[in-house]
C-alpha cells in the first residue's frame, strides 16, 4: 500500500494566483480530512468527507478556499486567489478506521 | 463538540528517563484515542491508540493508559532515545462505521537530551 499520496509535495506561487493540491487517499479508506499546520495556529482541520460527502467545512477559512472530492480515490482543494497568509503545510489524510497522513504540501505564497 | 487538552506543551527528559504526555477529553461520547508522532519536517505518524474498551495498551517502549471515569488518557514512554524528540500529539473520536474526525490536542515539544 503506498498510503496517502499528495502532489505537489512543494508549491511556490505568487499572491492571487490559483493553487490547487492533490490527494489520493488509501483504497478502501472511507473518510478525508484536509488540514493546515503552521507554527502560529498548530494543526487545523479545513474539511472532511465521508464517502465522497462533505460532512464539516466549518474549518475553511473563507470563501478563497474549496474543496471536492469526486471520487473515492481523489480529491482537491483549491484556493484561488491565493494570499501570503496561506503559506502553510497542507496535510490531506485518510481514514478507516486508522487515520494515516499524507507526507503534505508546503505552500508559499510571495 | 469533543474538547481536548494536552500537558505539558513542552517536556525535557535525559536520555534513559521516562516521559509521560497527558490529556483529557470532554465529550464522554468519544471511544477512541490516537497519539501521533510528528518529527520536524514530516507528517504525523500514528504509533499507538487505544479504544474504550481497554485500559492499558504497550508497544515496545511506548504505552497508553486510559481511564473512561475521568475521561484522561495518556502516553508513557520508557528507556527515551535522542530519537524520541518530536512533537507528540493526542487525540479523541467516536469510532463507528462512519469515520468522523480526530479532534486533536495542542502538542507536546518532547526533547530528550544525550
Known amino acids: 500500500d503506498a498510503g496517502v499520496i499528495q502532489s505537489p509535495r512543494h508549491e511556490v506561487t505568487e499572491m492571487g494566483q490559483e493553487v490547487t493540491l492533490r490527494c489520493k487517499p488509501i483504497?478502501?479508506?472511507?473518510?478525508l480530512f484536509w488540514y493546515r499546520q503552521t507554527m502560529m495556529r498548530g494543526l487545523e482541520l479545513l474539511i472532511y468527507f465521508n464517502n465522497n460527502v462533505p460532512i464539516d467545512d466549518s474549518g475553511m477559512p473563507e470563501d478563497r478556499f474549496s474543496a471536492k472530492m469526486p471520487n473515492a480515490s481523489f480529491s482537491t482543494l483549491k484556493i484561488q486567489p491565493s494570499e501570503p497568509r496561506d503559506s502553510a503545510v497542507y496535510f490531506c489524510?485518510?481514514?478507516?478506521?486508522?487515520?494515516?497522513f499524507g507526507p503534505g504540501t508546503r505552500l508559499t505564497v510571495l | 463538540g469533543e474538547n481536548v487538552e494536552q500537558h505539558p506543551s513542552t517536556l525535557s527528559v535525559q536520555e534513559g528517563d521516562s516521559a509521560v504526555i497527558k490529556c483529557t477529553y470532554s465529550d464522554s461520547a468519544s471511544n477512541y484515542f490516537p497519539w501521533y508522532k510528528q518529527e520536524l519536517g514530516k507528517r504525523p505518524q500514528l504509533i499507538i491508540d487505544?479504544?474504550?474498551?481497554?485500559g492499558e495498551k504497550k508497544d515496545q517502549r511506548i504505552a497508553v493508559t486510559l481511564n473512561k471515569t475521568a475521561k484522561h488518557f495518556s502516553l508513557h514512554i520508557t528507556e527515551t532515545q535522542p530519537e524520541d524528540s518530536a512533537v507528540y500529539f493526542c487525540?479523541?473520536?467516536?469510532?463507528?462505521?462512519?469515520?468522523?474526525?480526530?479532534?486533536f490536542g495542542q502538542g507536546t515539544i518532547l526533547t530528550v537530551h544525550p
Open positions: 489524510a485518510s481514514r478507516g478506521p486508522k487515520q494515516f
Open positions: 487525540a479523541a473520536s467516536l469510532r463507528g462505521t462512519s469515520y468522523g474526525k480526530l479532534t
Open positions: 487505544i479504544r474504550s474498551n481497554v
Open positions: 483504497s478502501g479508506h472511507n473518510s
